[in-house]
């Protein structure tokens, strides 16, 4: 309740509106692109299903950081029908040491970086419309 609307654009600007903008930026060169792919930087903390069958395990998470990631994946997921000829996909690190979390989390910001890469690397005919974890496998939204 002590969120304000403000802290809120503020929030959905960086994580789902900055994306929008990089997307759309690119968007000439990913077109002329042999392998063209986008891999959005998303969080478990966003995954709608976690949250609603264990009970929100993330409440060390701010509740707005969580609601942009939910809607991160989102627009993953229709840029990736919108744009079908192109490999779109979300990436969930894990809990990763950064400054965001102050260096609480239990993997180092290389094993934070697995899936991203794994993402970045897929062949032309990979998966798209996915969320993937570090192991690589595909997690229920």
Do not use: C
């Amino acid at each position: 309740p002590e969120i304000t609307a403000d802290q809120v654009l503020a929030t959905l600007d960086t994580n789902v509106l900055g994306v929008v903008r990089v997307t759309r930026a690119f968007l000439p060169l990913l077109r002329v692109s042999e392998n063209p792919r986008v891999v959005n930087v998303s969080s478990g903390t966003g995954r709608l299903t976690w949250q609603h069958e264990q009970g929100w395990p993330q409440e060390h998470a701010p509740p707005i950081y969580s609601m942009s990631k939910a809607a991160l994946t989102m627009l993953t997921l229709q840029y990736a029908h919108a744009l079908p000829d192109m490999v779109i996909n979300a990436a969930w690190p894990g809990y990763t040491a950064t400054d965001l979390n102050d260096r609480q989390g239990t993997q180092t910001v290389t094993e934070g970086t697995d899936a991203i890469v794994h993402l970045a690397t897929l062949p032309r005919d990979g998966p798209t419309g996915t969320f993937q974890g570090r192991a690589g496998a595909t997690t229920p939204w």
